[in-house]
């Protein structure tokens, strides 16, 4: 199931924590820095479920990834899969393959750093429009 999250309500938060009589952070600023603090939150869960092969919908985790358009942004989940031969594994198949989700480990981790690294740039540019 995708969520979707309107424009609108990413800036909410940060509009209404602006200090009284200071300007509060523009739109696209808190916009960016909730799409990005979202972005982190969906990696850390890829993260942690890289070799989860079932859940309780069944089958394995599906990677989830933020796409933003103009009106909103949408939580997209993908059913590719990485099959591994584990005929011992109890998530195997009949030919004893496991499906694991396909998710490059070293290219997530890069991700999260950079995410992390633009979250703290935007995050100083949203608190010196406080100001």
Known sequence: MNRF????S?????SLSAVAGA???TPAS???LLQIKTEISLSASNLVNVNTTRVPSGGPYK???LVCRPDGCEVE???A???????EHPDANGDGLVAYPNIDLA????????LIQEYDAATASCSSSLR
């Open 5 to 8: 999250i309107p424009t609108a």
């Open 10 to 14: 990413l800036c909410a938060i940060l």
């Open 23 to 25: 300007s509060a952070p």
């Open 30 to 32: 808190c916009n960016r």
């Open 63 to 65: 990677t989830q990834s």
């Open 77 to 79: 989940h993908s059913e």
């Open 81 to 87: 899969v990485r099959t591994v031969y584990e005929p």
């Open 107 to 114: 290219q997530e981790n890069a991700r999260m750093k950079n």
